[in-house]
């Protein structure tokens, strides 16, 4: 929809953390029409998610950081403005969901947010019924906030934000956990809301899927934003770096389950896996993926059924028993990390320096091996936590949506050790909503 | 997973009452146990607070255990240093100014707490420092339990493993707290809160007839207690 007046306009805006001498982002034009959707891409860590705090208000007041330029909203300089007053006009959904949910109830989510812009209770209900008929969250109303699966929970707060409908939406990686049909609902109801004047910048990995919606697409490389003039290419899935090993022989079992249940989920399909395997579990948000994985690694104990690894029998095996042969990587990478330097991560009892030093080149860490882990970027603690776990040569490697916040050549490098670990007779067991080429793994899909 | 959650909804029984009601009783019968020394009083009083405890809250056996051991270490070292009849005082007492608070916090949601809290026209900024530690205590709870979990996944019995405490639960838990402190305030400001703007409430607190029966038992309770302590 063409306009005039541009929405959001940046200029010459520099942010330098914290504690660090160059900039993250460095002398950042660019501006928002009403009606406009613009991706930014760019590398793990390369500022996508910094650019959208600083818009939003959130840096430098809450992070810190040095802040220069200027950022206009409809002409104003916004600078002096707090998130609060930000919000009322530009919504941000920020990476981690759980941040921004403050409920016990999908519901009550809404309402709250509602309730804080004053809106009239007349009008709560409304729209409350009206955003949740949208996304798709009717069935779950009156669900505890803690029964829904992440991408249940990022539908839920994506619902929660676009219900008051602000002129511009800031989304940071908004299909990171989303299933296809969570993707395509989202996609066409940003294209509704564009045509109607809403405008939205979006920052994601996922690029086939976003490209075909968005205006413009722009590009961070080294602090500086370029525009891509045309929509980005999907990336190229992997390229190994060295010949790949002969494939071990497909002889040994390594997991067996038998009629698997637990809570009200439907009886889990039965797995079968074998040495060099990778098994992808496939199914809608909230089929039950996370929760098998769990059950495998003995976090949780299944209602009926059976699972044996290396023909032992899992049942009444402790977490701490399994995790001799079963290795998870959680979706949240930040309770996994406890060392006080990156390398010191890898490098835990029985692994040597040079495993380690190995391990954190492979996975693109090299240079942040003295670093904290916890001042990594959340995709960059996801390959910390692979790392840490595969360093412990488990038989079964357990992985929950880890190549969410990945850029194209860090999902490469994960993948090329994921498949090393797989050519060395390990087994793979993931869930992921990420497009995946079946050749790269040699993937089993088993649909849950 | 959570030590303490509110059983299902239809099997509520203390969910639906005012929350505010519950604080006052709450405070009300922490005053009355420090004032009493008769035992049979402080059994009468500890009583409906364990079966409500019990059909109200569902908390984990291993909890229970742990509970009990506790309480049996108590008397017996009050025991050591008065006499049995302080020490069971003593620990009646202690229970009593104890289980109100899984009580209030396994049937009050925070949305509930914080109507409640806006009914009563208490500083917005009140209400939200409220609303924060409401949240805050079961996540820091929650986020305890996931790493306690991550140690497992590592091959660390961490219960097993004091040495491990300080690296394995203490320091991951306090990055978690202070990143949860940063994080909430940010999520809470750009879903619109502010402690000073006015806010609508959907659905305000009425007086129901749950409130009334809960409000006479209440009162029937500290009676039936006060005439055991003063007159019997």
């Not at chain 1, 906030?145 to 539908?155: C, Y």
């Amino acid at each position: 929809m063409p306009s005039d007046q541009q929405l959001i306009e940046l200029i010459d805006l520099t942010f330098t953390h914290q504690g660090k001498s160059t900039p993250t982002i460095d002398d950042v034009n660019f501006s928002l029409e009403p009606g406009e959707i613009v991706l930014i891409a760019g590398a793990t860590g390369s500022g996508k998610s910094t650019l959208l705090s600083c818009i939003a208000g959130i840096a430098p007041s809450h992070t810190g950081g040095k802040l220069q330029g200027q950022i206009l909203y409809q002409g104003k300089d916004i600078s002096e403005w707090s998130v609060r007053q930000r919000s009322q006009h530009l919504c941000i959904l920020l990476q981690n969901v759980e941040t921004q949910i403050f409920t016990e109830r999908v519901w009550t989510e809404f309402v709250f947010g509602l309730e804080n812009w004053n809106i009239p209770p007349t009008q709560i209900h409304q729209l409350t019924d009206t955003a949740l008929e949208e996304f798709g969250l009717e069935a779950q109303r009156n669900w505890l906030i803690h029964q829904l699966s992440a991408g249940q929970k990022q539908r839920l707060l994506i619902a929660c934000l676009l219900a008051i409908g602000q002129p511009v939406m800031l989304l940071d990686e908004p299909l990171a956990y989303l299933d296809a049909k969570g993707v395509k609902i989202l996609l066409q109801l940003l294209k509704t809301r564009a045509q109607r004047g809403q405008s939205v910048i979006i920052v994601e990995h996922r690029l086939d899927l976003v490209a075909e919606i968005c205006d413009r697409s722009y590009c961070f490389q080294n602090t500086k934003l370029i525009n891509l003039h045309k929509p980005p290419t999907p990336p190229c899935l992997p390229t190994p770096p060295c010949p790949p090993c002969p494939p071990t022989p497909l002889t040994s079992t390594l997991l067996c389950t038998h009629k698997l249940s637990w809570g009200g989920y439907p009886l889990f399909p039965d797995l079968q896996v074998q040495a060099g395997e990778t098994i992808l579990l496939k199914g809608d948000n909230g089929c039950g993926k996370t929760t098998l994985l769990k059950l495998l690694s003995g976090l949780m104990k299944p209602t009926t059924g059976k699972i044996e690894i290396l023909g032992r029998d899992m049942n009444k095996r402790s977490v701490v028993q399994i995790a001799k042969d079963v290795g998870f990587v959680l979706q949240n990478p930040n309770h996994q990390l406890f060392a006080d330097s990156v390398r010191a991560e890898i490098q835990q009892l029985r692994v040597s320096k040079a495993v380690a030093d190995s391990l954190l080149e492979k996975l693109n860490l090299g240079d942040r091996a003295n670093d904290h882990p916890q001042a990594l970027s959340q995709g960059q603690k996801r390959r910390l936590a692979l790392g840490a776990v595969l360093a412990r040569q488990p038989k079964i490697c357990l992985l929950d949506e880890i190549m969410v916040g990945q850029d194209p050549h860090s999902l490469s490098l994960m993948l090329n050790v994921l498949d090393n670990f797989t050519q060395e007779g390990g087994a793979l067991i993931f869930t992921s909503h990420i497009p995946l080429p079946a050749e790269v793994l040699k993937i089993r899909i088993v649909e849950l | 997973m959570l030590m303490f959650s509110p059983v299902k909804p239809e099997n509520r029984i203390l969910t639906q009452i005012n929350p505010l009601l519950k604080i006052v009783t709450c405070i009300t019968i922490l005053s009355v146990a420090l004032l009493l020394h008769k035992i049979e009083a402080l059994i009468i009083l500890v009583v409906p607070l364990l079966v409500l405890l019990l059909i109200s809250v569902r908390i984990k056996v291993q909890v229970f255990g742990y509970a009990a051991i506790a309480l049996l270490l108590f008397i017996i070292i009050s025991t050591w240093l008065r006499d049995f009849q302080t020490s069971v005082i003593s620990t009646l007492r202690l229970l009593c100014v104890i289980l109100p608070t899984p009580l209030l916090a396994g049937t009050t949601s925070p949305s509930d707490l914080v109507r409640a809290l806006q009914a009563s026209h208490l500083p917005n900024f009140i209400v939200l420092s409220l609303m924060l530690i409401w949240r805050f205590l079961p996540i820091i709870q929650q986020e305890a339990q996931r790493i306690i979990e991550a140690n497992w996944l590592r091959g660390v019995e961490i219960a097993r493993q004091p040495k491990q405490w300080f690296s394995g639960l203490f320091i991951p838990l306090i990055f978690r707290i202070v990143a949860y402190a940063d994080d909430v305030t940010v999520g809470l400001e750009t879903r619109g809160y502010d402690p000073q703007a006015p806010r609508s409430n959907s659905q305000p607190l009425r007086w129901r007839l749950g409130d009334t029966i809960f409000v006479v038992s209440a009162a029937v309770l500290v009676a039936v207690v006060g005439s055991l302590e003063w007159i019997i």
